[in-house]
């Protein structure tokens, strides 16, 4: 299955209430790879009160092979996230999952993340508000992760470490991560979709 692009594409969503601006923008765009054609990047920025979570995504506008176990589509190279305010960039993170070879649907051998970040969540709490992230890893047996990331790109907790979940409740003043409308799904990124809740890749603490 191959995913053409002829131009780059934006959308853009805001979402404006009386004490918070929540934003989203996302923009796809070809990329020049020396050892693989079809090759596209696509950018995913969530706005909240003036800080952004970006995340970068490169993939092959192809498919996993059937018969493997990660079951991608499109199949994702890289990802990494960078945190900006004001144009000033913050910090940047890189998925570091492992990286694994699978056969993509023309039999070539493809070097490719296990698992992806799959959306993007703003979480409000009483004291301070987060980023959450989370994976996804192309099969329903394959585990997944939630992290949650101040919004000046810090990492405040992750599901590895279930013994700071409490902690990380108080400290933001948390009553329910997953009460939010401000979700952005970016897994598959050729779904240029407007702000929704990604359906069947939610993590239980």
Not at 20 to 29: M, R
Not at 30 to 53: A, E, I, M
Not at 55 to 61: Q, V
Not at 96 to 120: A, E, R
Request: aromatic fraction near 14%.
């Amino acid at each position: 299955m191959n995913i053409l692009f002829k131009a780059s594409l934006v959308v853009v969503f805001l979402q404006i209430s009386a004490l918070n601006i929540f934003g989203y923008q996302k923009s796809i765009s070809k990329v020049n790879y020396t050892y693989l054609p079809n090759v596209f990047r696509v950018r995913d920025s969530v706005c909240y009160k003036g800080y952004v979570c970006r995340i970068e995504t490169s993939f092959l506008g192809d498919s996993v092979a059937f018969e493997e176990i990660h079951l991608f589509q499109p199949i994702i190279l890289n990802q990494r996230i960078v945190f900006l305010n004001k144009g000033k960039v913050l910090s940047i993170c890189y998925n570091k999952s492992k990286k694994i070879y699978q056969k993509d649907i023309k039999g070539n051998k493809i070097l490719m993340l296990s698992s992806v970040y799959s959306y993007v969540r703003v979480v409000s709490g009483k004291y301070h508000s987060a980023f959450a992230i989370g994976t996804y890893g192309g099969c329903n047996s394959c585990s997944e992760t939630l992290a949650f990331y101040s919004l000046t790109g810090i990492l405040a907790f992750n599901n590895g470490y279930p013994a700071k979940w409490k902690l990380f409740l108080k400290k933001y003043g948390i009553s329910n991560y997953n009460n939010s409308d401000k979700d952005v799904v970016v897994y598959p990124p050729t779904r240029a979709s407007m702000p929704g809740r990604p359906k069947g890749r939610r993590t239980r603490m």
